[in-house]
């Protein structure tokens, strides 16, 4: 167990930098950075990106702890942020690979004097068979850095295996088969490695070798792979091979960079010991004040402003967040979604400016009441591409829409009749049931784009009420779209065997019937935010577990439905929940989307977040500063 490892930070020094404790904050920042700055950096293989994914981790790490529900889940927490942030690194990349296809795009390969194998190799010291490990890894599979970065970690004893799983979004035993794939995958590489390094060499393998660009890539591994097993002469040279998990053992985190941990406060030290945490201080709020000309933003403590390095995020900022900034980062997030008047009240806090109007309440495919307007309503800027919800027409529900900050909606039908779509995000089309399986609704699915949610709730009757044969017997006319489709949304019971969703793809996959994503809907009987949060995790995990298929959660929240009544949580317990069950649903990896039920506010549908095109609710505000 490295010294560094498991015990930092405490649960007491998250508590307190949650409750907006300064110095608590810097040294949970300060804590993390190097369990974060080794995985980003083993992950990316030493691109030159690493400081500034590590940047955007622990900006978001600062932004969302007073959303953590666990302080004692912390570590978990921050594994999972920084793997999704690795993820949407190497998203941005393939999309500026596929852009730059044909151009000199340097900026996009990994920058030979910060290769992390090569640093771990130079900075730790590593000699003989632990050397080669290191220069093995750099022949792995793309997909496999990933994991790499978190196994290396769990060897060392800086993180476990359940660790592992809830940042991969995978059940352990799954993670165990991958472990293994790549162990081989790392052993034959050794076997490479210590090949190619023989002196004297062999023949064969300079001929095998004579068009090789000396760049290591998984293609390359494969063929000198084959030659070094088919080889008597290199074969024989692994034969002392130690195994790879006992030369890992005890090998501690790879040494922050010089100048980087110099600047930090307490990087080397317990946190829990570097001060006694004090009853929490409420955060300092930013200055608005004008900065002198050509002069930085700065922070109360003389540092760049932390709006400064978000927006800008030049290199090197890791060390200006870990020297002071960390508060001045937690001030603005907070002001985010607080109030000036109320420092201690989130912004959904605020009473609405009206009370609700009575609307139309929730229907299937609603009516035409209005004309579309011919110019969109412009919408504020999308908290995250997974944030949508769930919209019938009701007076103003394009200007709600617009300023709900969501970046896609549905109207469990193929059109939005009356409902403009904000610049900036994007219309989902659905076909509800068996009857709107019609060649005119499939087309205007297929021209609405390119994904298609399918039968809602079929298992009830006030819904499309179909069974699981009449369903497989409608999907080729769906496949036929060409659209990427989504399992039909069922009402409860996704994960449960012989349930009707599991009956479903079954059929599916026996009569290899296309299904891309699992769809669901859940809604909390339990009022008590932490308990209801985790019991939506739980269901997410159970479904994705059974079927492992990107999730989409296309209708959620707190309602208690009772002898055909409902019954819902105050304003106060509803907002809670959306904002801590958001907060949740961004760190699991297989959560695609998710749309809460639904955008109008009325006497019957008391989850809404407006009640006219301006007026939004406790909830509606939640909604807004939600990611």
Excluded at 518 to 545: E, P, S
Excluded at 594 to 612: C, E, H, I, V
Aim: net charge neutral.
């Amino acid at each position: 167990m490295s010294s560094a490892g498991r015990a930092l930070p405490d649960v007491g020094l998250v508590v307190a930098a949650r409750q907006g404790d300064q110095r608590a904050l810097d040294d949970v920042v300060a804590a993390s950075l190097p369990l974060v700055y080794n995985i980003v950096g083993r992950a990316l293989r030493g691109h030159a990106d690493v400081d500034d994914v590590v940047q955007e981790t622990l900006v978001r790490v600062i932004r969302y702890l007073p959303a953590l529900n666990d302080p004692a889940a912390y570590r978990s927490w921050l594994v999972a942020i920084t793997i999704r942030q690795v993820r949407d690194w190497e998203t941005r990349r393939r999309v500026a690979l596929n852009r730059d296809a044909g151009l000199d795009a340097i900026h996009n390969v990994p920058d030979p004097a910060s290769d992390f194998a090569g640093m771990t190799i130079l900075r730790l010291g590593l000699t003989d068979q632990r050397r080669e490990v290191a220069e093995a890894t750099r022949w792995l599979d793309p997909d496999d850095q990933e994991l790499l970065s978190l196994w290396w970690l769990e060897e060392t004893g800086e993180i476990d295996r359940n660790e592992v799983a809830d940042a991969l979004g995978l059940s352990p035993g799954h993670v165990a088969v991958r472990i293994h794939r790549m162990k081989e995958q790392i052993q034959s590489a050794r076997g490479v490695v210590r090949a190619l390094r023989a002196r004297p060499g062999c023949p064969d393998l300079r001929a095998v070798t004579a068009e090789w660009d000396g760049t290591p890539s998984s293609l390359w591994r494969k063929r000198l792979a084959r030659h070094v097993r088919d080889c008597a002469f290199c074969g024989s040279l692994g034969n002392t091979l130690l195994p790879i998990d006992r030369l890992l053992a005890g090998l501690p985190l790879l040494p922050l960079p010089a100048g980087l941990g110099a600047q930090l406060p307490h990087a080397g030290t317990p946190a829990a010991a570097a001060h006694a945490v004090g009853p929490p201080s409420p955060p300092t709020a930013p200055a608005t004040g004008p900065t002198p000309a050509g002069a930085p933003p700065t922070d109360a403590g003389g540092g760049p402003s932390v709006v400064d390095l978000a927006v800008n995020r030049p290199r090197g900022l890791v060390p200006s967040l870990a020297a002071g900034v960390a508060a001045a980062v937690l001030a603005i997030t907070m002001a985010v979604v607080i109030l000036p008047d109320d420092p201690s009240a989130p912004s959904w806090a605020a009473p609405p400016s009206a009370p609700p109007t009575a609307v139309a309440p929730r229907s299937v495919a609603p009516s035409p009441s209005a004309r579309p307007s011919s110019k969109a309503p412009v919408a504020p800027a999308a908290s995250s591409t997974r944030k949508g919800v769930g919209v019938w027409n009701f007076a103003g529900a394009s200007q709600a829409l617009a300023t709900s900050r969501a970046s896609w909606y549905y109207t469990w039908g193929t059109q939005h009749p009356g409902i403009s779509t904000p610049r900036g995000a994007t219309f989902v089309p659905m076909i509800r049931s068996a009857e709107n399986v019609t060649a005119a609704e499939l087309t205007r699915a297929k021209a609405a784009g390119p994904y298609l949610l399918t039968f809602n709730e079929p298992d009830i009757p006030e819904q499309a009420n179909m069974t699981v044969e009449q369903a497989l017997d409608l999907w080729p006319q769906l496949m036929a779209t060409g659209s990427k489709l989504g399992s039909p949304a069922v009402a409860w019971g996704a994960p449960d065997p012989q349930g009707w969703l599991d009956r479903f793809m079954t059929g599916a996959q026996a009569r290899g019937h296309r299904v891309d994503f699992i769809t669901l809907h859940w809604f909390g009987a339990d009022f008590t935010t932490a308990a209801a949060v985790d019991q939506l995790r739980q269901y997410l995990q159970a479904v994705y577990q059974r079927y492992r298929k990107p999730i989409w959660l296309t209708e959620f929240a707190l309602i208690r439905f009772d002898g055909g009544g409902q019954q819902f949580p105050s304003q106060e317990q509803q907002a809670a929940f959306l904002t801590a069950a958001t907060a949740m649903l961004g760190q699991l990896s297989y959560l695609q989307r998710y749309a809460w039920f639904g955008l109008p506010a009325t006497d019957k549908d008391r989850s809404g977040l407006f009640s006219n095109g301006n007026d939004a609710t406790l909830v509606g505000r939640a909604f807004q500063a939600a990611r």
